[in-house]
Structures are given as structure tokens and as C-alpha cells.
């Protein structure tokens, strides 16, 4: 079992960058891969983001690709998003995600965080 708790969600202007915090505690093999989802009313949650421990290997979205970084400190179990040029379309509740492997924490992660919004005003 893992438990993601995610933090630094808030209203910021287009252009803005802001950064997501989300620490995970529970069964280290279950975090293997840590990442991000958004979702907004009425739409499916997208995937944007995901880091393996150890290796750093990274997955991106396209749509986010150049503008948002993802990083980890194994250490803490603790996964970062850093959202840069902001767009109003990025607004959404972003939740952090987590699986023993790559296709999971990209489609149908066995761990999910509560969620925290993000608002980009125009």
C-alpha cells in the first residue's frame, strides 16, 4: 500500500511557473514510478508527467513537453513538478500518481494522491 500526499496548488497567472510537491510513503517497490495527472470537469484524467526512481528516466505528454519538468529525491520519496509558461488550458486538479511499472503510472496507476488545483488566469 502507498499513500501520496501532494502540495502546491494555486492560482497563478498565464506565463507563471509553479511547483507540485508529492511525497509518498508505503511499499518503496509500489513507488517505483511516481507522476502527474490533471483533470478537469467533464474530461477524463490525462496524464502529463512520470520519473523512475533511480534510473530518472522521465515521460512527458505532449501537450506539456518543454514546458513542465518532473524530478525525484529517492531519498525522501518525494516527486516534484515544475510547471513553466503556464497556459490557461493547464488549469485543472492535478494528482500525483504511483506504480511498480511504466505502463501502469502512464494509464491505470494502482495509487493516487487526493489532488491539487491549479488555476492559470488569463
Known amino acids: 500500500q502507498v499513500t501520496l500526499v501532494e502540495s502546491g496548488g494555486r492560482l497563478v497567472q498565464a506565463g507563471g511557473s509553479l511547483g507540485l510537491s508529492c511525497s509518498a510513503s508505503g511499499r518503496a517497490f509500489d513507488s517505483t514510478f511516481m507522476g502527474w495527472f490533471r483533470q478537469t470537469p467533464g474530461k477524463e484524467r490525462e496524464f502529463v508527467a512520470a520519473?523512475?526512481?533511480?534510473?530518472?528516466?522521465?515521460y512527458f505528454a505532449d501537450s506539456v513537453e518543454g514546458r513542465f519538468t518532473i524530478s525525484r529525491d529517492d531519498a525522501q520519496n518525494t516527486v516534484y513538478l515544475q510547471m513553466n509558461s503556464l497556459k490557461p488550458e493547464d488549469t485543472a486538479v492535478y494528482y500525483c500518481?504511483?506504480?511498480?511499472?511504466?505502463?501502469?503510472?502512464?494509464?491505470?496507476?494502482?495509487?493516487w494522491g487526493q489532488g491539487t488545483q491549479v488555476t492559470v488566469s488569463s
Open positions: 520519473i523512475r526512481r533511480g534510473s530518472g528516466t522521465t
Open positions: 500518481a504511483a506504480d511498480s511499472n511504466p505502463y501502469g503510472v502512464r494509464n491505470v496507476p494502482n495509487y
